[in-house]
Each structure stands twice: as C-alpha cells, then as structure tokens.
C-alpha cells in the first residue's frame, strides 16, 4: 500500500511551549510576592492594586490557566497529532485558539489586579471574560474532534481518552458554575446562592483539580512516558479501568470542601464516600506510571525526564492520598482553612504539574527542534534546587497548619486557651517565612529551566514542521466534508467516546446537585431576614472586589469552640440572598459570618485604615484609600433589579427609591462617625463597606436569641 507524506503541525506546539514558560514565570513570581505579603504587610505596597486579596485569585489563575494548561495543549498538540497520525484539522483554528487563549489571560492579569472578580474561587473572571473563554474552548474542541474524525489511525489510544474527557468536563464546568445575569460590563451576579452556590462552586473548584490538573496530565504521563523509555506502558488494561474509575468517580467528591458547613449532611457523607473511592483509580495510574519507568531505569536514569516523571507521579501518589485523608471529618475539623490545605494544593501543582511539564519539556523540545539539550548539568540543578524547595513550601505549611487545627479548638476550663484569633497566627508567621523561601528556590529553578529550554531553541535556530508517511485516507474527498468526517467519527467510536464520557462525568453532578437547584428546604429557614439594603449591597460588592474572601470565612462550623468564639453556628437559610456565597476556603483571618454589631462604626473605620491599631498583630494591609474613594451609584437600582429576578424579595418602590434609601444610611453611618472626631464625605465607599460588615449574621443570630427566649417562656 503507498504512504502519503505529509507534515505535523510542530509551529503550535512550539508556540504553547513558549507561551508556558513566559506565564508559568509570572504565575510564581505573582506566588512569592503573595507569600510574603502575608507576613510582610509593606509588601502590600499600600496601593489597591497590588493587595494580597487581588494578587491572590492573579497568581492562582496563572498558574492554572496560564501555566498549567498551556503546557497542556502544548503536550496535546504534540502528542494528538502523532498519535491520530494525521496534521490538525485546521491550522487557522489552531492559531485563533492560542492567541485567543493568550488574550483571555492579558486580560484576567489586567481585570484581576483592578477587582473585577466574581468571588468564585478559581473562576473569578468576570462574565464577558468567561463567554471569551467558552467561546475559544469550543474553537478548541471543534478543531480536536474534527481531527479525531479525519485520523489516519483507527485505534483511540488511552491519552486520547483522556484528552477527550478534559474537553468534554472543562466545558460543562465551566458553563454550569459560570451561569450568571449581568449587570454591567463589568458586573454579574452568580445564579445560585448560599448553599446552592457552594455546592455548585466545589462541585467546579475540586473538578477544575480534576480535569485541568489531573485528566490532561494522565494522558500526557501516558504518552511521554513510554516514549522517554522506549517501552509500552506497563499495563494497557490498567489504564482503561485508570480512565473510567476516575472520570466517574471525581465528580462526586467535591462536597469534601463543605464538610461541617451549612450544606445537607447527606452530600457531605457522599464526598467523603467518593474521595475515599479516588484512591483506587488515582494509585493504579501512579503506579501504572512508576512501573514503566522502572522497566528502564538503568538505560534512563541520566535522562532529565526521568527524574521529572518520576518524582511528579511520587508527588501525586502523595496528593491523591492527602485528598481522601482530608475528606475524613475528624481529618477535615483540623485541616480545613488551615495552611495544610495550602501545602496540599502546592504539593500537586508544584510537584505532579510543574514536574510533568518539565520533564515533558526536556524530552520534547531537542525532538521538536531537532538538536539535543543545551545542558543536562543544568536541567539537574533545575530538579533539585526546585525539589529542596517544594519540601521547604510544603512541609512547614504541613506543621502550620495541624498547629493551628489543634490550638484553634483548644479549650481549657470550659474556656478558649487562645481567644486572640490573630495572636494563633502570629505564632506560625515563622513558618511563613519558610514558604516564601521555598516557593523562591521553586521559582529560581524554574527560572534555570526557562533559561536552558531557551539556549536549547535558540540554537536549534528555524526548524521545519516534522515530515512523516501514512497510510493515506481510504476516500480523501469524503473526509474532506465536515458532515463526513463526523459520521466517519462516530462509525469509528470517536464521538462514541465523547458520549460515554459526558455520560460518566454528567451523572454526579446531576444527582448532587439537581435536589438542592429544584427544591428549597424550609428546615432551616429565617423567618426574620431581610434583603441587604442598598448600601450594604454595595458595600458586598466592594468586599468582593478587594478580595476579603480570600482571608476571611463567613462560616461558623458546628464546633463548640467556633460557637464559643465567634457566635451561634450558620444556617443554610441565612445564605438565601447571598448572591454568590461567600464562604471561603481559608482563614488568614478570624471568621466573620457573626461580626455584624460586635465593633463600632469607629471600630470598623480605625481597622480599615490601618488594621494595626484594632488589632496589632494582624498582617492585614491598609485600605485607606477607601474612605478617598467615592461610592459609584450609578448601577445600583440596577444591581437590585437582577437580584429581584434571581428571588430576592425587593418591591418595585425600593428599586425606584434605592439611591434615597443609599444616602439616609450613608448619612447615619457618618453622622455617627463624625460625632468621634472622624470626617468623612458620607458617599464615600468605605461607609459602604462598614454597612455591610454590621449586617453580617445579624438575622441568624437575632433568630436565635428569640428561639432562645421562646424555649425560657
């Protein structure tokens, strides 16, 4: 049979690879600048613009979306074409998704810094962003699954499963969690709230973990691995039930993140039951991978990939097992909010991400360009100076973090051992500093392995595409038509696979979340709570824009310690009108769900201006600049009139009166202000915010002082 010559479109790969190395720098850098602001307030800058609150959802997006997943479409890039033995469907499209990418991420470095964000951790972006980024996933997806249709090899290998799983879920994710009404340009408010909205977050948060951090690098470990050793991978049928198990299970797990919360017991029990299944799936896959690089040790061993792989798969053996230990409830009460989680998340995406990445890089980039590596002294050094320093991240945030789970919960006499929430943290900073260094010895062989994957290009110089024969199309017209191809697809199980797969992430998620979307359980329910007022729905949106839920919760757990400490534990009815909940994932800070009254207004603007003189060992930067800064009223009627459509109960005459409502508390609020020698213009947005933080838990806790007052009588 004739061959038919033709080339691999190797100019993509070559541009994502870039692209990774450029963003995968200013992810981390963004990262030490961050770890040291929280021990470090003067690294705040004392500018809104570089707080820790707006760096931090910055820094997470980068590495993510930035880093992470551009060496992940480069890998695909690379990897899908030799395996379909056949060039892209369509350059042009190839293309509009890079810079497409490449612009979605200028433009979450430029919105994010400027507190345009959701509040959602991980899909902070804001909601014209986030139509961008389904648009050019579609693009993506489109073009990936037109070259599925017209391949030249009828067997999908596994890392093709994957991929097409990594498709599939990001884009059903990202469309359910992103479901919001716009106010703005630059405004929207999330679809679902309080309890529905965290369950929905999570149910996004621990599967963006699983199919942008894990699925796309299994099928990249699948790939690269066996060529790097020259050897098949060590079980194929192995990874077929690898790939199955696991994109079924992870999307069950996601309500380990609310465990102790507001959200039904009946789900909690389902994530623990879930991530304890991961294991399983997660373990043979780790040891599918370490068991292919074991059959070439010896002839591999000086290879930089090898080292790579190999410690990225040890880190996620690690990861996958913290994830179930985690999920325990008695685990789960110590770790949670605490810097083991911190560790957790880093020890994956610095270890099993940032390792893979690399060692996939070192193999790649001499084969794509055709010359060898420019140094394997210096891709050694890389390893282990960036290994010595994910161990000085990971470890101490391990001990901060079981340190403050225990002393948090201390009580001596029946009384808190340590009522001084801050003077905790005060007592780990030491630790902090030791993840500053570590996450700077990271960056530093990042920054080598940067350095020596670019000698490595450049003196390779211009490289054309790889030229490869294959058996050429049985009928070239017919898979030149678009109808064509995708019948060929589906006769072929292409299609059939992504079915299947949209089938086995689909149904967990239905089931967790569907009960709580279409039913509103009254077990909870506040019969006293209120609509926030317009100033204080303002006031929300300011929190939201610097970031405060970053380092504050609005949860009190069912604890006796955290009832002690902060007041009467949260109901899932407080959060009705919590359009999106606010949370949160961890406490840099004490919680503030009962804050509402327990300070005065003096209190609260003091704290503001320089967080140090309420509470002196806060590391908490200044917002000064919010008692300059004038409150924009312009959308607020209309900020009313979307909350209206999602449910909450605002009457047509409170939206017609809602900048006269605005102004009257403003008054009051700087009324009361000036009688304490503090003058201030009433429209400024710091009155705003001070609205909002004497409303928080007020209708829970006033709930229960009566309920308290009904069992006495």
């Known amino acids: 049979m004739s061959l038919e010559r033709f080339r691999y479109d190797d100019d993509i790969v070559k541009k994502f690879i870039i692209a990774t190395i450029i963003w995968g720098i200013v992810g981390m850098f963004v990262g030490v600048i961050i770890a040291i602001q929280l021990f470090f307030r003067p690294f705040n800058f004392d500018t809104p613009w570089l707080t820790f609150g707006r760096l931090r959802p910055l820094h997470t997006s980068a590495v993510i979306f930035a880093f992470c997943l551009n060496g992940v479409f480069a890998g695909i890039y690379h990897s899908s074409q030799r395996l379909l033995k056949t060039r892209m469907y369509s350059d042009f499209l190839s293309k509009v998704h890079f810079w497409g990418w490449q612009f979605i991420i200028v433009l979450a470095a430029i919105t994010l810094p400027l507190g345009l964000s959701t509040s959602k951790e991980y899909a902070e972006l804001e909601w014209p962003i986030a139509l961008l980024i389904a648009l050019v996933w579609v693009i993506f997806a489109f073009n990936y699954f037109m070259t599925i249709a017209v391949r030249r090899e009828k067997v999908l290998y596994v890392s093709i499963w994957f991929y097409i799983a ?41 599967n963006a973990v699983a199919f942008v951090l894990t699925t796309p690098f299994l099928g ?56 304890v299944m991961l294991l399983a799936p997660s373990w043979g896959g780790a040891i599918n991978f370490i068991l292919t690089i074991k059959s070439a040790w010896k002839e591999m061993k000086d290879h930089p990939s090898t080292k790579f792989f190999f ?25 949670h909010y605490t810097d083991w989680i911190i560790a957790h998340v880093h020890g994956g995406a610095l270890g099993w991400n940032g390792y893979l990445i690399f060692a996939m890089f070192y193999w790649l980039v001499p084969k794509i360009y055709k010359t060898d590596l420019y140094s394997n002294k210096l891709a050694n050094i890389h390893f282990w100076i960036s290994l010595v320093g994910i161990l000085v991240y990971i470890i101490p945030m391990w001990i901060a973090g079981i340190y403050l789970g225990i002393v948090r919960e201390s009580i001596t006499d029946g009384v808190l051992t340590y009522p001084n929430y801050m003077e905790m943290v005060k007592s780990i900073l030491p630790y902090h500093y030791l993840r500053a260094i570590g996450g700077s010895l990271y960056l530093v062989g990042f920054i080598i392995g940067s350095y020596m994957l670019y000698k490595t290009i450049k003196k390779a110089g211009k490289v054309p595409d790889t030229e490869v024969e294959a058996v050429p199309f049985s009928n070239i017209e017919h898979n030149k038509n678009a109808f064509g191809s995708l019948q060929k697809a589906a006769e072929n199980l292409g299609l059939v696979m992504g079915m299947l797969s949209l089938v086995a992430v689909s149904i967990g998620g239905i089931i967790q979340i569907l009960p709580l979307l279409i039913t509103h359980s009254t077990e909870e329910r506040i019969p006293t709570l209120k609509p926030y007022s317009p100033l204080e729905l303002e006031g929300r949106d300011i929190y939201i824009r610097e970031g405060c839920n970053n380092c504050h919760t609005q949860m009190v757990r069912t604890f006796k310690e955290e009832v002690m400490r902060y007041g009467p534990y949260s109901k899932a009815g407080e959060f009705e009108y919590d359009f999106p909940h606010l949370w949160g994932s961890k406490q840099t800070g004490p919680d503030l769900h009962r804050l509402g009254k327990k300070y005065g207004d003096l209190w609260h603007y003091n704290h503001m201006m320089d967080p140090t003189t309420m509470t002196p060992n806060s590391t908490m930067p200044k917002y000064d600049w919010l008692a300059k800064d004038l409150l924009d009223t312009s959308y607020t009627s209309d900020k009313m009139k979307v909350m209206a459509k999602l449910g909450v109960p605002y009457s047509m005459e409170e939206i017609e009166n809602a900048l006269e409502s605005l102004n009257k508390q403003a008054s009051k609020i700087k009324n009361g202000l000036s009688t304490q020698g503090v003058n201030i213009s009433s429209h400024s947005e710091i009155i705003a915010l001070i609205a909002y933080l004497q409303r928080l838990g007020i209708d829970g806790k006033e709930a229960e002082e009566a309920h308290k007052e009904g069992n006495k009588k």
Do not use: C
């Open 166 to 206: 990594t498709i599939i879920s990001i884009a059903l994710l990202h469309i359910v969690n992103h479901i919001s009404l716009p106010v703005s340009l630059f405004k929207s408010y999330s679809a679902y709230s309080g309890v529905r909205d965290a369950l929905v977050q999570w149910w996004y948060g621990h």
């Open 220 to 275: 990249l470990g699948y790939y690269y691995i066996p060529k790097l050793v020259n050897r098949p991978i060590y079980s194929y049928r192995l990874s077929i039930v690898h790939f199955w198990s696991l994109i079924f299970i992870y999307m069950w797990a996601g309500p380990h993140h609310l465990q102790y919360t507001a959200l039904p017991e009946w789900l909690q029990t389902v994530g623990v039951v879930f991530s």
């Open 311 to 335: 410690a990225s798969t040890i880190f996620y053996l690690i990861a996958t097992f913290e994830g179930p230990l985690l999920s325990f409830k008695d685990v789960n009460r110590v770790a």
